[in-house]
């Protein structure tokens, strides 16, 4: 089995398992009457059911919460959140008295259901979300800083002080925190409708750039996709070609040797014959104009027969040139026999002729057969689309 009919035979059957389980899924539906909660510490869940009331079925969704915290293990969970709240506030910071970079202020604390409120007393130097406004700090501030852990109606307060420090080693980010800042202050005290940007950030001048584009990547980036679009497209078309063109000089070998046959059997040399071949393509060319590779290959045999090539070294040439077994087996046979002699040619060319009549019919079923599996796809999109006609008025009034 090809892969042609694979993909529609594996089609049919999953569209047929698919078409199948929906009508035992509309028909399914056992009656429920207990939902199992989820577990304590998890997020809620949202079920989906089908409400029976008054012989006809609604969608119902139902909202799942989670079971609640005994009173005990919420002042356990509310402690342990206290205990570690000022190692996650803290981030890179040593400690609450040397806050030099961004803290972590989150809403809710990591892992569980811990909700946090955060107060500060001033909000300058320290934002909600976390930012710390040290860039233009010359001396050490402190702010005061309470945190209310609330969980199902039991909170704990967490309060400290903290040491907002100046800069002292600008890092490369801090420098670019240091600009956006000066950039947005002077925005927000200024109206005019364009703006100066800073030609220094502590100390060191700094020049502004446009954004380089990068349209010169994306153009050879599609140069190169292209490039192989087409080699993968002219190799193909070159695959393509040779399968055409071994399969025309199989379907005319048959002929062939059965012309060689006829017209050695009635004593005409092997030469004579291959010529009065060619004449008889001539003929039929100049009526309908259609090329055959396999005679074509015997007109240049001819050519090199006629430049002085020798009749038994054209004879194999023509098979070499073929590349095709039943080809390379005609070129060795006339090849031989006019070595060794003609004796026994016409039975042997007789013989070869009965075999080559049979392949052409096996190739002759292989294209019929190919040519029902290229039927197959339409045919399955036919039957899935009459599926559907009658299936769909089935379930629509099942449902209503």
Excluded at 102 to 129: A, H, K, R
Excluded at 165 to 178: A, D, G, I, R
Excluded at 246 to 255: F, I, K, T, V
Excluded at 297 to 309: A, D, K, N, V
Aim: hydrophobic share 40%; glycine share 6%.
């Amino acid at each position: 089995m090809n892969y042609r009919k694979k993909l529609c035979l594996i089609a049919f059957i999953g569209s047929g398992l698919s078409i199948g389980c929906m009508i035992l899924d509309q028909n399914s539906g056992e009656e429920i009457r207990i939902l199992e909660r989820p577990e304590r510490g998890t997020d809620s869940v949202e079920k989906s059911l089908q409400l029976e009331l008054g012989g006809r079925r609604y969608p119902f969704t139902v909202m799942l919460q989670a079971m609640p915290y005994r009173e005990e293990e919420v002042q356990e969970l509310l402690s342990l959140a206290s205990e570690g709240l000022e190692e996650l506030f803290l981030m890179n910071n040593t400690d609450l008295s040397h806050i030099l970079t961004n803290v972590s202020m989150p809403s809710v604390y990591p892992n569980t259901q811990v909700d946090i409120q955060w107060y500060l007393d001033s909000w300058e130097l320290i934002e909600p979300d976390g930012t710390v406004r040290n860039e233009t700090l010359e001396n050490t501030e402190s702010v005061n800083i309470q945190a209310v852990l609330s969980m199902e109606n039991q909170t704990v307060t967490w309060e400290r002080e903290l040491k907002v420090c100046p800069l002292e080693n600008f890092s490369v980010e801090q420098k670019l925190q240091l600009l956006e800042y000066d950039i947005r202050m002077h925005q927000a005290e200024s109206d005019n409708s364009q703006i100066v940007l800073p030609t220094s950030v502590n100390g060191e001048v700094i020049s502004w750039h446009g954004e380089q584009e990068r349209r010169w990547i994306w153009l050879a980036g599609l140069t190169v996709l292209t490039l192989c679009a087409v080699a993968i497209g002219n190799r193909q078309d070159e695959e393509k070609e040779r399968k055409r063109w071994e399969r025309g000089m199989e379907l005319d070998y048959a002929e062939i040797v059965s012309r060689l046959s006829l017209y050695m059997g009635a004593g005409i040399s092997t030469r004579k014959a291959w010529e009065r071949i060619l004449e008889n393509y001539q003929k039929t060319k100049r009526q309908n104009t259609k090329c055959r590779p396999a005679y074509e290959e015997m007109r240049t045999t001819l050519y090199e027969m006629q430049s002085g090539i020798p009749e038994a070294l054209a004879y194999e040439r023509f098979g070499t040139r073929c590349r095709i077994p039943c080809y390379l087996k005609l070129g060795t046979l006339l090849s031989q026999n006019l070595r060794k002699g003609t004796k026994g040619l016409a039975f042997m060319l007789q013989e070869e002729s009965k075999e080559a009549f049979q392949d052409r019919k096996a190739l002759a079923k292989k294209l019929g057969e190919e040519c029902e599996s290229k039927l197959l796809l339409p045919m399955f999109l036919m039957l899935l689309t009459v599926l559907i006609m009658v299936m769909y008025p089935a379930v629509v009034s099942f449902q209503m």
